[in-house]
């Protein structure tokens, strides 16, 4: 069964999610990260985003997080309000 990792983020401008998506696009994710699915969602008036990433096995997640919790600071989109593990119960693309 899959796993996501959702956190939500505040004081996120529309600069520096453009910035975010620029450094994903043309960077390789961290050493040692297992694959995983990405979605960043952003309200741009809010500033306010929730980036979900999910990972196909709870191991991958576990990795990934410890992973992702070390990262400074400066390399997440804002300031972090919040960090959630889900399962997924359903996945659908069309």
Request: net charge negative.
């Given at each position: 069964?899959?796993?996501?990792?959702?956190v939500?983020?505040?004081?996120?401008?529309?600069d520096?999610m453009?910035?975010?998506?620029?450094?994903?696009?043309?960077g390789?994710?961290p050493?040692?990260?297992?694959?995983?699915?990405?979605v960043?969602?952003?309200?741009?008036?809010?500033?306010?985003?929730?980036?979900?990433?999910?990972?196909?096995?709870?191991?991958?997640?576990?990795?990934?997080?410890?992973i992702?919790?070390?990262?400074?600071?400066?390399?997440?989109?804002?300031?972090?309000?919040?960090?959630?593990?889900?399962?997924?119960?359903?996945?659908?693309?069309?």
């Amino acid at each position: 069964m899959p796993f996501a990792r959702v956190v939500s983020f505040e004081g996120v401008s529309k600069d520096r999610m453009d910035e975010m998506n620029r450094e994903m696009e043309s960077g390789e994710p961290p050493e040692g990260f297992p694959p995983s699915e990405l979605v960043a969602l952003h309200d741009a008036e809010a500033e306010k985003s929730l980036v979900i990433i999910i990972f196909e096995t709870e191991d991958d997640y576990k990795r990934g997080d410890e992973i992702l919790d070390a990262m400074p600071a400066g390399d997440t989109p804002g300031r972090r309000t919040s960090v959630a593990k889900y399962n997924v119960a359903a996945r659908m693309k069309s």
